[in-house]
């Protein structure tokens, strides 16, 4: 490779990079799918998100591995404690909202299968503004992670 | 007064003071001990500790299970139910660490757990045993008719109700997620309530041991 192809490819690759980030929406990392226990017919899956551009809304998610996925918070109330289905889960401009155990997440409802860890699960996230964002989330044994509430 | 006082007035000081250590070290001993206040952990020790109702349960086999049966040993009892998929697992995991921190301890070694069922028309004892044994081999499951499991929730200082407006088939239980602590005697001893950090509850559990050892 001589040094000019070398000076326009990394031109390239900046330009991209930047049009990628101004053009982007939400993001989604760290994201995980709890194995299921034997009988469970739930699941939970949980993420990161990452919104660089202007304030959105999570809105809903879908699955072929489940009957229907909801938005769930964990709520304590008067000692006792909730999984409060959401609407929506707001995503400021610039913020990171973190889906985690014993917190927010998505719950999966009557699951096709156990998932098993190393399975994926196909994962359809939508957003009130940004384009819709497939995932293909892994499933991991949450007994083998140092989870916090 | 003696001659001997007259001439050693001093003698009189020594004699006094000696009564007094004598009357104060027959005192120490005579005195009953003050009483010990429950320590202070994340949650709370009960003043007194509560017998438990007359319940009627059914184990993970099917077997009738009564409260004399978590007599003998430490017991830990986490209400929660299999359709629960967020912190119910993650209560369970926590158990389980808890169990292999106590594992080489004298007292904490024996301690059993136990998942109480909220959900009796969905748990049925085969389905509840299999859930307990994926977090643990030797963890019990417990399940009853719904009166039985509220009168046990509501004296342990626990409660679980299925809010209003779900379907029939896919509701969610709303229930505390204390961690509920019964001594050896089977009565309700203790009270751990969230968050729960497996070496924070280790640490409490310590506290409460320690705390029965000076209770009549």
């Known amino acids: 490779m001589n040094t000019t192809t070398g000076r326009c490819l990394a031109c390239l690759a900046a330009f991209g990079a930047l049009a990628s980030a101004a053009a982007q929406g939400p993001t989604i990392s760290a994201a995980w799918v709890r194995a299921t226990p034997p009988g469970a017919s739930t699941a939970a899956a949980y993420f990161t998100i990452t919104n660089s551009a202007a304030a959105d809304r999570l809105i809903g998610a879908e699955s072929p591995a489940a009957r229907e996925l909801q938005l769930h918070a964990q709520v304590d109330e008067n000692g006792l404690r909730h999984m409060r289905q959401l609407a929506d889960i707001p995503l400021p401009a610039g913020a990171t909202v973190r889906l985690t155990a014993g917190g927010l997440h998505v719950m999966l409802m009557d699951i096709a299968a156990p998932l098993k860890p190393g399975d994926h699960v196909a994962m359809t996230l939508h957003f009130a503004n940004a384009a819709d964002i497939e995932l293909h989330v892994p499933v991991q044994d949450g007994r083998a992670m140092t989870e916090h509430h | ?216």
Request: charged fraction near 15%; glycine fraction near 6%; hydrophobic fraction near 45%.
């Open chain 2, 1 to 216: 007064m003696s001659a001997a006082l007259q001439s050693r007035p001093w003698l009189f000081v020594v004699a006094a003071l000696a009564a007094m250590v004598v009357g104060l070290i027959t005192a120490s001993y005579l005195r009953p001990a003050l009483p010990v206040a429950p320590p202070a952990i994340g949650g709370y020790v009960l003043p007194q500790p509560r017998d438990l109702p007359r319940v009627e349960l059914v184990d993970g086999d099917g077997n009738r299970f009564t409260p004399a049966d978590f007599v003998g040993h430490w017991s830990f009892l986490y209400f929660g139910y299999t359709y629960c998929p967020d912190v119910c697992p993650l209560a369970l995991i926590e158990l389980a660490s808890v169990k292999t921190l106590l594992a080489t301890e004298a007292t904490g070694g024996s301690a059993q757990y136990y998942l109480v069922s909220v959900d009796p028309a969905r748990d049925t004892p085969e389905r509840l045993r299999e859930y307990v044994a994926y977090f643990d081999a030797s963890f019990h499951a417990l399940t009853g008719s719904q009166d039985e499991l509220r009168r046990l929730a509501e004296t342990t200082g626990s409660a679980f109700f299925i809010p209003e407006g779900q379907s029939t088939d896919h509701y969610l239980v709303s229930h505390s997620s204390n961690l509920v602590v019964l001594d050896p005697a089977g009565r309700l001893f203790a009270v751990i309530t969230p968050p729960h950090e497996p070496s924070g509850i280790v640490a409490d559990f310590a506290k409460i041991v320690a705390y029965r050892t000076t209770q009549p």
